[in-house]
């Protein structure tokens, strides 16, 4: 595998379910990111970490709870999501948060 | 606060016509990252350019140049020659010098641009 996957490519999850995105970095980069993209808004930022230190939350809910166990990893876990949190959620890596970011192909998220 | 305007929300154009994206953005830092990135129907964001505010000189890649301009907060996007596969959302985007809780970047709402053969 080479740059940024994440797993799954699509999801679709009730309210009340609990579920967690996935994304690995192959890169060798020390920041990751998580961003949303749905049909109403731009790109937002959500999560930023840097060294596995989350340094930025972007007034995320809380039923959005990021996980960074190492620079390669960071999850995403879900709980009793609405149905408006239904977009595409992209995750990025960056060798230093200054530098250009690189992209996963994104999870399609759909809230019944 | 940072913003990013691309006020072009699609562009339609002939194959082998030339087309530029428009950018404006909105800083009030001194150092300032400047980014081009092209969302194909996959929906992958494929990273294309980035500028330093520091560094105005224009950049040529190909069929692609960047036409960097501080004094009117611009960074526009040309295609030349356009190609059916150039069709695809682009975003602009504006980082700060990071730190202090501002490593994200801010993105524009992407131009759809579509090439038809």
């Known amino acids: 595998e080479t740059g940024v996957t994440q797993t799954p490519r699509h999801l679709v999850m009730g309210m009340t379910n609990k579920k967690s995105l996935k994304c690995e970095q192959h890169l060798g980069h020390n920041a990751m990111y998580w961003y949303k993209q749905s049909a109403k808004k731009p790109l937002e930022l959500m999560f930023v970490y840097n060294f596995k230190e989350q340094t930025e939350n972007n007034s995320v809910p809380s039923r959005f709870s990021p996980e960074c166990p190492n620079s390669s990893h960071l999850f995403l876990h879900l709980h009793t999501l609405q149905p408006e949190d239904s977009a595409l959620y992209l995750c990025?890596?960056?060798?230093?948060?200054?530098?250009?970011?690189?992209f996963g192909p994104g999870t399609r998220l759909t809230v019944l | 606060a940072q913003k990013v305007t691309q006020a072009q929300t699609e562009i339609s154009v002939v194959e082998k016509e030339d087309v530029t994206l428009d950018c404006v953005y909105e800083?009030?830092?001194?150092?300032?990252?400047l980014f081009w990135y092209k969302q194909p129907p996959s929906g992958e964001l494929v990273f294309l350019i980035r500028?330093?505010?520091?560094?105005?000189q224009n950049e040529i890649s190909g069929r692609y140049s960047w036409n960097f301009q501080k004094s009117t907060s611009s960074f526009n996007f040309t295609i030349t020659a356009s190609q059916v596969v150039d069709s695809a959302v682009y975003f602009c985007a504006l980082k700060g010098p990071g730190g202090g809780g501002a490593d994200g970047l801010t993105f524009g709402k992407g131009t759809h641009l579509i090439i038809q053969p």
């Open positions: 990025a890596s960056s060798q230093d948060p200054r530098d250009e970011q690189f």
């Open positions: 800083t009030r830092d001194t150092t300032y990252y």
């Open positions: 500028r330093n505010s520091f560094d105005e």
